[in-house]
Structures are given as C-alpha cells and as structure tokens.
C-alpha cells in the first residue's frame, strides 16, 4: 500500500555530514507523520526524528538534538533527515518510517505501519 526506500548513506569521519532520503510511494494519503530510526548491532532500534506531516511539527531523540534535521518536501513525497557533526556513535542503520495514525509516541517502532530497507550510516574516528 505505501512503499519506501532509503537513499543517502555512506562512510563519513567524524564531524561530517550526511543527507538522508526516504521516497514514499503508494497510498501515501493515509499517512500522517513519519519518523526515522536506526539500530547498531546487537542493540534495540531507536527513535531519531519523527514529523507531522501536515502540520510540520518535529522531534529528536535527545542524542541528536541540534546536530540532525528533520524535513519533507512534500511536492517529492520524499522525507529527508540533515545529519551534522556526525560523531562514532551515531554508526548504524538507518530507517524510514511511516504511520497511518496520529504521532504519539512518535519515537516507539510498533507504533509504525511501514518501513524502509534502511541505509547504512558508518562514522569513523
């Protein structure tokens, strides 16, 4: 019903930046905010942004906030995520997502109703 992909990813040193996009295709008017998450091995998949679509209102896991930049270009029906000051731990996979209800709690995975493949984001030291 709603198809997305991840783009963007790469190996950057840190302090770098990297542009994150996520292409939503299908049915993409039964969605209401979207979110991006990652996940490093052997750890629990985390909340990193989320958005209201319609409304524009972001959020960010504290261990972001300031560095990383939420945003949708909704001509493109594409969700983007601006990632600055990249540090080591920041190292994962990286996910689009997307909810068909409301936005709270915008950072809890099975609130969620489609994913992407993910993208690999790797910052070295």
């Known amino acids: 019903q709603v198809q997305l992909v991840e783009s963007g990813g790469g190996s950057v040193q840190t302090g770098g930046s990297l542009r994150l996009s996520c292409a939503a295709s299908g049915y993409t008017r039964s969605l209401y905010s979207m979110g991006w998450f990652r996940q490093a091995p052997g750890q629990e998949r985390e909340g990193v942004a989320g958005i209201v679509l319609g409304a524009g209102n972001t959020f960010y896991a504290d261990s972001v906030k300031g560095r990383f930049t939420v945003s949708q270009d909704k001509a493109k029906n594409t969700l983007y995520l601006q990632m600055n000051s990249l540090k080591p731990e920041d190292t994962g996979m990286y996910y689009c997502?997307?909810?068909?209800?409301?936005?709270?709690?915008?950072?809890?995975?099975?609130?969620?109703?489609?994913w992407g493949q993910g993208t690999q984001v790797t910052v070295s030291s």
């Open positions: 997502a997307a909810k068909r209800r409301g936005y709270y709690p915008w950072h809890v995975v099975s609130e969620y109703d489609y």
